[in-house]
């Protein structure tokens, strides 16, 4: 049974940063996409980022594109995203999820396993 754990999260300034990381476990993720997501009170669940678990096949929305970064650690198993230049409505609950296959993917509905996410706040 895979198994996503989101840290990492917390309270910054506007324009400071933050690293959050998805530790996987439960499986080998070798065909796997893992994407980022975001959730503000009141909103949809967006996309952020997603990336392969061999590190290419990057990519992002354009709301965070140039201020986020997603990498992956292999020999760790997780997944992390930088997230520099940070702004007040970047302020969410942050997941992480997975799903089979390398191609990109946007949808949460196509994401088969979820961690139970990370707080993300931004103060002006």
């Known amino acids: 049974q895979v198994r996503l754990a989101e840290s990492g999260g917390g309270l910054v300034q506007a324009g400071g940063s933050l690293r959050l990381s998805c530790a996987a476990s439960g499986g080998s993720f070798t065909n796997y996409r893992l994407g980022w997501f975001r959730q503000a009170p009141g909103k949809e669940r967006e996309f952020v980022s997603s990336?392969?678990?061999?590190?290419?096949?990057?990519n992002y929305a354009d709301s965070v594109k140039g201020r986020f970064t997603i990498s992956t650690d292999n020999v760790k198993n997780t997944v992390y995203l930088q997230m520099n230049s940070l702004k007040p409505e970047d302020t969410a609950v942050y997941f992480c999820a997975t799903r089979w296959g390398s191609s990109y993917a946007y949808a949460p509905e196509v994401y088969n396993d979820w961690g139970q996410g990370t707080q993300v706040t931004v103060s002006s």
């Open positions: 990336i392969t678990w061999s590190g290419s096949g990057t």
